[in-house]
Nanobody, 120 residues
Framework: QVQLVESGGGLVQAGGSLRLSCAAS????????MSWYRQAPGKQRELVAA???????NYVDSVKGRFTISRDNAKNTVYLQMNSLKPEDTAVYYC??????????????WGQGTQVTVSS
């Protein structure tokens, strides 16, 4: 059973910082791309940042220069460092990983989500 468990969300004032973590656990053979998505009330879920197993990254334009995605392959963990937070960053943040469990084909897995609230 593969699980993605996120942590690090919370309430912060505009201009502040938060660091999200997402750890994948279970019988995992390999993890390909790991990503962070977010969904604000009344809006569609959007891709915020992604990182490949080789370390290549991409970001949505609205967070470039403020957010940094990284991963620790030995710990099957992905991080999202969020600086200079704005009220419009308020959303539920979801971790997503495309991975191969041992003995099974690859597919995508979602975390349960963590709330990030930025006050003005």
């Amino acid at each position: 059973q593969v699980q993605l468990v996120e942590s690090g969300g919370g309430l912060v004032q505009a201009g502040g910082s938060l660091r999200l973590s997402c750890a994948a656990s279970g019988s995992i053979f390999s993890i390909n791309t790991m990503s962070w998505y977010r969904q604000a009330p009344g809006k569609q879920r959007e891709l915020v940042a992604a990182i490949t197993s080789g370390g290549s990254t991409n970001y949505v334009d609205s967070v470039k220069g403020r957010f940094t995605i990284s991963r620790d392959n030995a710990k099957n963990t992905v991080y999202l460092q969020m600086n200079s937070l704005k009220p419009e960053d308020t959303a539920v943040y979801y971790c997503y990983a495309h991975l191969s469990p041992i003995g099974l084909g690859s597919r995508g897995y979602w975390g349960q989500g963590t709330q990030v609230t930025v006050s003005s």
